[in-house]
């Protein structure tokens, strides 16, 4: 048994730092790309969302290399991503490609089929071991979270731009080659000092603006044409609230134990979108006005194509805009989305951002128009 | 005088019209309904609404704009769920949130929660929700309930016959001609906002019965026979209407006088992405059916979607008439 398991931006440490530590072979796909996309877009229905069809193009590609498991996690709605177990059996079924899908969730026949699972996955593992692996697993996408929030933070201040991504990058290559759970957090380790080494500039105060939106667009640097690094490289700083281990351990784990959550995005989202209406619509609007209130500069909203709870959120995000005198820019990715038509629209919007600082500084007096 | 409430004709007025109708009325209330979908309230709702939204909630805000003027309160519940353990689209979840956020000037809105995820004994808390707006007493809103949810039996009861609410509703249906050809049974699958809004789905029921064609909806098999074949799914289908229609179409697959399905979905809905994939491997999998999907949005043109009709229905005569004297390669 081989196993493979989806991209979604660096949820590969995570998993591998799991599988490595539990012993268990397993294959990680290619980096999302072009060709990933267009595998993926080739056989997924039309209409799908985005992140299925490249999950698609994923498991193709590491079938090709010889994998024949596939391990997920799933949910049972109202997102469409609780099916997403499924329609990957039935695709892979009719394109003739024999891989067995594993999927982390509770299932309606309950625990037994549950332990099924996990035993399928781990053989005759004591459980010690698999809790201790998974605590592992836990901080090291933790830490590894933690890093890209300190690249993201480095990159808008730096001197001679394009040095964090080019250490960043170095990493993401490196962590394939790294073993086990602590080899990842000695390269994380390693990787935060040079991050830290870079020469920047102490005084410039960057624009910041926060990232709310799917969470797979969000946190998926292919998806967004990596768009932390491109606001970085325009001098403005991103933030992003929704991550890989906030997903673990917040959705996941303290889910899974009953264990009180992190909900202050709700009480913020309230007077706006009342309910959890599945996905991360609540997420989005109450990370909007908790960017607002921690006086971000601007706002970017990203959701793939036909995003159910995203477009509910986007109907509602005019009014935070409007209360909190917030710019919000929504952009919406699909296979189509061209590079140059983003970009213009990122430059534009950073501009704006820019031109409403000034304004602040020299009062309303400045035409935008006049420079 | 009494208050009038306003329910706009889209989305769940297919399903619930008449609950909502006898529930309201037995409080007392006055109850309009928005009228009829036309070219000009499918404009004003597609102008008002975010692009992004599918074509039933772009109607549907049609729909509120041309109550709104009219009358004291609009009703846009919360719908969460609508059966035990499943779910509907977020849309209609964020519905009462996205309205009030995209439209303005709007009267009260009662903006219920209809959750019976954990049991279905919460529509009645969210009878009492509705009902307090019209009357304080409790055992007066419960009556009013039974009452409603038997009217919504029966209409249940008359869409299993074979019924078309347009037929119920609105009491004058126009009678297909007598054609002399053999009727063929086609199947539609499809939301009861697309399939049920003649304006949204250009007739096509019609269209179908003018073509000598008895029509089966999902509306017309009982839960039973939908149940007993959604349990052979590997993973349960967490959408009301997911369920729904894959039970249908396997339901379908077995029936040996089934001549064609057709599959009619809102472009870019997020359900029917998944639910018509689904459906249409298994028929293509599995039997020899033919199975057309027809995608609407604001931009469908009438002539387009007769022709295809028209060529599927051409095309299912052949198949019963001509096909050995076809040549194998067509």
């Known amino acids: 048994m081989k196993i493979t398991f989806p991209h979604m931006g660096n949820t590969y440490i995570c998993a591998k730092a799991l599988l490595d530590d539990l012993g268990i072979e397993y294959l990680i796909p290619p980096f999302n790309s072009k060709k990933t996309l267009e595998i993926g877009t080739k056989y997924a229905p039309e209409f799908a969302c985005l992140p299925l069809k490249i999950n698609l193009g994923n498991f193709l590609q590491a079938y090709e290399m010889g994998a024949d498991t596939i391990l997920i996690t799933g949910g049972c709605g109202p997102c469409r991503f609780g099916y997403y177990g499924e329609m ?59 890093l890209e929030r300190l ?53 410039f105060r960057p624009l910041r603006v926060g990232i709310v939106g799917e969470i797979y667009s969000t946190i998926d640097p292919y998806t ?31 889910k899974a134990l009953r264990l009180p959550r992190d909900l202050s995005y709700a009480d913020a989202a309230k007077p706006y979108l ?60 699909d296979e189509m989305t061209g590079e140059a038509g983003y970009q213009t629209r990122l430059e534009a919007f950073g501009d704006l951002l820019k031109k409403r600082r000034e304004r602040g500084v020299y009062g309303k007096t400045v035409a935008l128009s006049g420079g | 005088m009494s208050i009038t409430i306003g329910i706009p004709r889209s989305l769940y007025y297919y399903k619930f019209y008449p609950l909502w109708n006898t ?125 409603a949810v038997m009217c919504y039996r029966q209409y249940k009861k008359q869409l299993m016959d074979g019924k078309l609410p347009g037929d119920i509703f609105d009491k004058k249906a126009p009678k297909s001609k007598a054609h002399g050809a053999k009727p063929l049974n086609i199947a539609v699958i499809g939301h009861e906002y697309n399939l049920y809004d003649r304006y949204v789905n250009m007739n096509l029921l019609q269209k179908l019965k003018s073509s000598v064609a008895n029509i089966i909806t999902v509306d017309m098999l009982s839960e039973e026979l939908i149940n007993e074949k959604t349990r052979q799914l590997p993973k349960r289908m967490f959408w009301n209407f997911g369920r729904r229609a894959v039970g249908a179409a396997l339901h379908l697959l077995e029936r040996k006088d089934i001549d064609g399905v057709i599959f009619i979905m809102s472009f870019g809905c997020g359900v029917d992405s998944f639910v018509c994939d689904l459906v249409e491997r298994r028929i293509r999998r599995e039997s020899m059916i033919p199975f057309l999907v027809l995608t609407i949005d604001e931009h469908s043109g009438e002539a387009g979607m007769d022709t295809r009709l028209e060529a599927f229905i051409d095309m299912i005569r052949w198949r019963c008439s001509c096909e050995n004297n076809l040549p194998a390669y067509g």
């Open chain 1, 88 to 146: 990957h059996r039935e695709i892979l079924r009719d394109i003739g490609c024999e891989m067995d899908v594993i999927t982390l969730e509770w299932p309606d026949k309950g625990a037994g089929e549950f332990l099924h699972r996990i035993r399928k996955l781990t053989g005759k593992l004591n459980p010690y071991r698999i809790l201790k692996a998974v605590r592992e697993a836990a901080t090291t996408a933790m830490q590894a979270d933690d």
């Open chain 1, 151 to 203: 690249a993201n933070r480095v990159r808008p201040r730096e001197l001679q731009r394009g040095t964090t991504d080019r250490i960043y990058k170095a990493f993401l290559n490196l962590v394939k080659k790294a073993d086990g759970s602590a080899g990842i957090k000695k390269l994380i380790r390693d990787t935060a000092g040079e991050l830290l080494s870079i020469e920047t500039d102490m005084d």
């Open chain 1, 224 to 254: 967004n044409l990596n768009i932390s690094s491109r606001l970085g490289s325009m001098g403005i700083e991103a933030d992003r609230r929704v991550t890989v281990s906030g997903w673990i351990i917040e959705h996941m784990i303290k």
């Open chain 1, 274 to 333: 009342g309910a959890m209406i599945g996905g991360h619509a609540q997420e989005t609007v109450g990370h909007t006005v908790m960017y607002a209130r921690d006086g971000y500069d601007g706002v970017i909203q990203i959701y793939p194509l036909t995003c159910m709870p995203e477009i509910v959120a986007q109907s509602i995000l005019p009014s935070v805009e409007k209360d909190f005198d917030i710019p919000v820019l929504t952009l919406i990715m």
């Open chain 2, 23 to 147: 529930f309201f009325e037995e409080l007392g209330a006055k109850v309009v309904v928005s009228d009829h979908t036309s070219k000009y309230i499918l404009d004003q709702g597609v102008k008002s609404c975010v692009d992004e939204a599918c074509l039933p909630v772009k109607i549907f805000h049609g729909h509120v704009l041309n109550l709104k003027d009219r009358v004291d309160c609009l009703f846009i519940p919360r719908f969460t769920s609508i059966s035990k353990n499943e779910y509907i689209c977020p849309k209609f979840g964020g519905l009462p949130d996205v309205v009030r956020n995209t439209l303005s000037g709007l009267p009260a809105v009662i903006d219920t929660e209809v959750n019976l995820r954990k049991s279905g004994k919460n529509a009645l808390l969210a009878a009492y929700d509705a009902g307090k707006h019209f009357c304080a007493d409790k055992r007066h809103i419960r009556k009013a309930f039974d009452k």
